[in-house]
């Protein structure tokens, strides 16, 4: 696959990425009925899958060229400047679910205070936060700091990159790519954890809102630079 063609493939993929979520929207949400609850857990199991087929192509153009997926032509300069080692940052995932667990939360205060449940990522409960997220975060976060010291490592010897012998940079460009690998499956396997952590409709809020940033991000983004004339 070229750099054009993984291009293609995320537009495709990303315009994908939004029906999805508009399924997700527009699903009866808290789900009343048994079949109702067997669609939401259908539609958050299509859409982890949809990740992960994002993260398998990426993962073969890694392979083909690990500096054209730091480069990514295909993200606006703001996303560029966001990234994490090709992609972003796996503990972005806990800031969000803190976030919208606390705006829901104040929007549902009234109805709390009543003994009423949502059901929703303001109905956190109180173990869900301080153990299960909570240990999982402090996980995601030596798993990080893991990966990034190994980058830190590379770029310290990148200067055998520019030396004569050719069996050396393979393996220089080799490691790049695990490097890369293993950070895009942290950024999976933390989305994955958190959804396991969470109900079925905690799960579709979620992923609507993880997938709203990715999206408000990159319209700004793109705006900007149509604004400087980078992108079309």
């Excluded at 699903?27 to 859409?47: C, F, I, N, S």
Aim: one cysteine or more.
């Amino acid at each position: 696959m070229s750099s054009s063609s993984f291009s293609s493939f995320y537009s495709t993929w990303f315009e994908q990425l939004n029906q999805l979520v508009q399924q997700l929207s527009a699903a009866p949400r808290p789900p009343t009925t048994h079949d109702q609850h067997q669609d939401l857990e259908k539609l958050v199991a299509k859409t982890l899958t949809h990740y992960t087929e994002y993260y398998k192509v990426k993962s073969a153009e890694a392979q083909r060229d690990v500096f054209n997926v730091f480069a990514a032509p295909w993200a606006s300069s703001l996303e560029r400047s966001l990234h994490w080692i090709a992609g972003w940052r796996p503990t972005t995932v806990f800031h969000l679910v803190y976030t919208e667990s606390s705006t829901l939360f104040e929007s549902h205060i009234v109805d709390i205070l009543r003994g009423l449940r949502t059901g929703d990522l303001g109905d956190l409960s109180p173990s869900q936060f301080s153990r299960r997220v909570s240990e999982l975060q402090c996980e995601t976060v030596k798993e990080e700091n893991a990966i990034t010291d190994e980058l830190s490592e590379w770029q310290d010897g990148a200067s055998e990159l520019v030396g004569d012998c050719s069996a050396s940079v393979d393996e220089k460009i080799r490691l790049l790519v695990s490097i890369v690998q293993k950070a895009d499956d942290l950024r999976l396997r933390t989305v994955r954890r958190v959804v396991d952590l969470l109900t079925t409709q905690q799960a579709v809020e979620f992923l609507i809102a993880a997938a709203e940033l990715q999206f408000g991000v990159r319209k700004w983004g793109l705006d900007q630079d149509r604004r400087r004339g980078r992108f079309g």
